[in-house]
């Protein structure tokens, strides 16, 4: 089990929907990264996008796994919207 952190990682069905797809050995993968990068909710990614709400996302390649995530600093949640393998 990953360590714990200040921030819980929270993923979107979206991203969900996506990992239960993956087999075991990748989803083990993408959940410690998910908790490694909940670890510092206010990095910034390689670049950045908007939500259809205005929202600014921040995106990330890590290895061959792009996350697109926001920190919920009132909920202590980082919210990962979208994982994709690269």
């Known amino acids: ?5 200040a921030y819980d990682p929270v993923l979107s069905g979206k991203a969900a929907a996506y990992l239960v797809e993956l087999p075991r050995s990748k989803q083990k993968k993408v959940v410690a990264l998910a908790f490694q990068l909940a670890e510092n909710p206010s990095q910034l990614g390689d670049y950045t996008t908007e939500d259809e709400s205005g929202r600014k996302l921040e995106n990330i390649l ?3 796994w792009h996350f697109t995530f926001w920190a919920d600093h009132a ?4 919210r990962i919207t979208e994982i994709t393998e690269v």
């Not at 089990?1 to 952190?5: A, D, G, L, R, T």
């Not at 909920?75 to 980082?78: I, L």
Request: charged share 25%; hydrophobic share 35%.
């Open 1 to 5: 089990m990953p360590k714990s952190s």
């Open 62 to 64: 890590l290895g061959q």
């Open 75 to 78: 909920a202590k949640e980082f």
